[in-house]
């Protein structure tokens, strides 16, 4: 069964940093691309960063580029999301994917 679980979210001022985790079981991590996107309140889901398989090639969406780092722990079975310079829309659910898979979510506040 795969199973994702996120943690590391919280309330943040503008322009602090958070970092994110997902855990991940039941399929094999180090063959697998992985995706971290999120929801903000009353919008739909937006994809903002993507970490390949094998050479770890990372992408990421413009909104968050230069900010946000996505990384994985292939002894950990562990994805993250080191995130900076936060923003106040910033402030959404994130939650990691694996195919079809995606985790609870863990919420991001960024409030002054």
């Known amino acids: 069964e795969v199973q994702l679980v996120e943690s590391g979210g919280g309330l943040v001022q503008p322009g602090g940093s958070l970092r994110l985790s997902c855990v991940a079981s039941?399929?094999?991590?180090?063959?697998?691309?992985m995706h971290w996107v999120r929801q903000a309140p009353g919008k739909g889901l937006e994809w903002i960063s993507t970490i390949s398989s094998r050479d770890s090639i990372t992408k990421y969406a413009d909104a968050v580029k230069g900010r946000f780092t996505i990384s994985r722990d292939m002894a950990k079975n562990t994805l993250y999301l080191q995130m900076n310079s936060l923003k106040i829309d910033d402030t959404a659910v994130y939650y990691c994917e694996y195919n079809v898979y995606r985790g609870q979510g863990t919420q991001v506040t960024v409030s002054s």
């Open positions: 039941g399929f094999t991590f180090m063959r697998a691309p």
